[in-house]
């Protein structure tokens, strides 16, 4: 009796353990799927990526720097030309 059941459980065991085993690859598969079709749809979207938003936002503060750097020249040459600012 005892050889009988030492058996069923070692059978149990196995089945138990190759169960997990294909849950887990199944749960990579969803995952991977569900990434790709995640990714298509940002793309589809006309998403910007996360670098390129990050190169324009660096360009955007650059340039408004310079404006600022330019505005107060133009002041101070129309200063000292005495004209009065439009």
């Not at 799927?33 to 995640?38: E, P, T, Y």
Request: no cysteine.
């Amino acid at each position: 009796m005892t050889q009988t059941s030492n058996r069923i459980f070692d059978e149990l065991a196995r089945v138990m353990t190759d169960a997990a085993g294909a849950a887990q690859g199944v749960k990579r598969e969803v995952e991977t799927l569900v990434r790709s079709q995640g990714e298509r749809f940002l793309r589809d979207m006309d998403v910007v990526a996360r670098e390129e938003f990050e190169a324009v936002k660096a360009m955007a503060e650059k340039a408004r720097a310079e404006n600022a750097r330019l505005e107060a020249r133009i002041a101070e040459l129309e200063r000292r030309l005495g004209i009065a600012p439009a």
